[in-house]
């Protein structure tokens, strides 16, 4: 009789076991290292201007893809999420992203905080899916309407662009 509540509670413990298991690999997204298309240029430049308090990323990626039914929709870069509309031509396709931030020179710093009322409040940033290092990015595509992440290594930096 003992042994079969051992058996029982083996089978519970490998029961829950296995449910966690495919929880935490349904929530976990797969990077792949392989993708249907290729990566020529990867390259990010910080600007500055256009106006007062003004200034962001660009980030620009260049390739060729190898399957025709690849869409791209999002890149992932310094904790960032880029919207891009994607470029096709006969060279390959371009993906250009830009993030952008704006500090009114009109916020209030005062030592009595009451003289502070009226400043909004900053925005706080969502967090991305993934941990990435300074030079890398992750490109959102699909193919056939799967959805996949490829990551890309190296990222280089451009030198800062001043916009009038």
Request: proline share 5%.
């Amino acid at each position: 009789m003992k042994k079969r509540n051992h058996n029982k509670l083996g089978n519970y413990t490998l029961g829950l076991l296995l449910v966690l298991l495919l929880t935490m690999a349904c929530k976990t997204q797969m990077v792949e290292t392989s993708a249907p298309f290729t990566i020529e240029e990867k390259v990010y430049f910080y600007w500055a201007g256009g106006q007062p308090g003004a200034h962001g990323t660009t980030v620009r990626i260049r390739g060729q893809q190898t399957s025709m039914n690849v869409s791209f929709s999002k890149i992932y870069f310094q904790n960032h999420e880029y919207e891009i509309v994607p470029v096709f031509d006969s060279h390959g396709f371009l993906l250009e992203g830009n993030f952008s931030e704006y500090k009114p020179d009109d916020m209030i710093l005062h030592a009595d905080p009451v003289q502070e009322y009226g400043n909004t409040p900053p925005d706080v940033e969502k967090k991305i899916p993934f941990e990435l290092e300074k030079d890398e990015a992750i490109i959102v595509y699909s193919v056939n309407g799967m959805e996949g992440f490829h990551k890309v290594t190296g990222m280089k930096e451009l030198d800062r662009v001043f916009r009038p």
